[in-house]
């Protein structure tokens, strides 16, 4: 199956505490389907200090995998969420909003 959802694509949380919110993908792991969305999803991690690697301790507060089922892709246009379909052009395949036909930007 081809990948719908790419890094810096804009997305919109559909599930979850942080539903309505709006990020952009940093990270992605396509072997068991989580991304990580920029400012979504905070979690807090107490961290011991480590000398050795000038690691300093306290709680750090970190951005928190979501599995891709529970994002969309994120029209600017039109201001909603959106479907993207697949289309080839002299033999490359582009992705595209399903409800305006625009292409997306890599």
């Known amino acids: 199956m081809a990948a719908k959802i790419h890094l810096n694509d804009v997305v919109i949380i559909l599930t979850g ?3 309505g919110k709006i990020g952009i993908v940093k990270k992605i792991y396509r072997s068991n389907n989580m991304l990580i969305v920029q400012g ?3 979690v807090k ?4 200090a480590i000398p ?3 690691q300093i301790g306290g709680i750090i507060v970190k ?3 979501i599995h891709i089922s529970n994002v969309s892709i994120f ?4 201001n909603k969420m959106d479907k993207i ?3 080839w052009v002299s033999g490359k395949k582009i992705r595209r909003y399903k409800s ?3 292409e997306l930007l890599k």
């Open 17 to 19: 505490r942080d539903k």
């Open 63 to 65: 951005e928190s995998p």
């Open 100 to 102: 305006t036909h625009e």
């Open 40 to 42: 979504i999803n905070m």
């Open 85 to 87: 379909e697949f289309f």
């Open 45 to 48: 991690k107490h961290q011991k």
């Open 52 to 54: 050795e690697r000038q």
């Open 75 to 78: 029209n600017q246009k039109t």
